[in-house]
């Protein structure tokens, strides 16, 4: 039972386009998000996250949007370069002291 | 140089044999967490530990145990009671246990069963 869905497994997209990825999460508990990027034997890196009590959080190229109402995050990168080709991990924490729970991850590709 | 470092980064174990994970942190973080990654996954909590000398069962913690006696390490154990130890290991720490706090990442160890 999956309480963070990242329904596409990969996502293709040309250099300097727009980037966007998708995330639905399903406990009402949630109240802070996540994005991480991870290449292959590498741990996973911390890109940017939000808070449930804003809609909007913007970090140079990236900008995380949460739509509440729809239990529904995005990850957008504008623009794509080469170097963002990786997997993309959504994660979600509850307000207690455990840790995160995690999406499966989105493989993105940038193509030239 | 801060982060966190884990060892080694490929681990080998014969069935029935524990196997010890290294992790160490030098960010002076109080949190610490140990994540299981499988082929096409996503990341699931094995075990966490919010300050020195405590620990918590993660969602799958069944045929692992950890300790915490110093601030900086958190070893986890594999023992012979986990069935598909095949994986890889994760861990992570955060400045504490509090809400809407980011969890920085080693860069994992990789158990394979001979």
Not at chain 1, 76 to 102: E, M, R
Not at chain 2, 7 to 26: A, D, H, I
Not at chain 2, 87 to 93: D, E, K
Request: glycine share 8%; proline share 5%.
């Amino acid at each position: 039972d999956q309480q963070v869905k990242q329904n596409s497994p990969s996502l293709s997209v040309q250099e300097g386009r727009i980037s966007i990825l998708n995330c639905d999460y399903t406990n009402s508990m949630f109240d802070y998000f996540l994005w991480y990027k991870k290449y292959p034997a590498e741990g996973p890196t911390f890109l940017i996250s939000i808070s449930s009590i804003k809609d909007k959080n913007e970090d140079g190229r990236f900008t995380v949007f949460l739509n509440k109402s729809a239990k529904h995050l995005s990850l957008h990168i504008v623009p794509s370069q080469p170097g963002d080709s990786a997997v993309y991990f959504c994660a979600a924490k509850g307000g207690g002291a455990d840790g995160l729970t995690f999406g499966k991850g989105t493989h993105l590709i940038i193509q030239p | 140089d801060g982060g966190i470092t884990q060892s080694p980064k490929y681990l080998f174990r014969k069935e029935g044999q524990n196997v010890t994970l290294s992790c160490e942190q030098n960010l002076n973080h109080d949190a610490m967490y140990w994540y299981r990654q499988d082929p096409g996954q996503g990341l699931r909590l094995i075990y966490y530990s919010q300050i020195v000398n405590d620990f918590q069962k993660g969602d799958i913690a069944e045929g692992y145990s950890v300790s915490r006696e110093k601030k900086e390490s958190f070893p986890l154990t594999v023992t012979s009671a986990q069935k598909n130890p095949t994986a890889f290991y994760l861990c992570a720490s955060s400045i504490d246990a509090g809400p809407r706090r980011p969890q920085h990442f080693g860069d994992g160890t990789r158990l394979s069963i001979l």
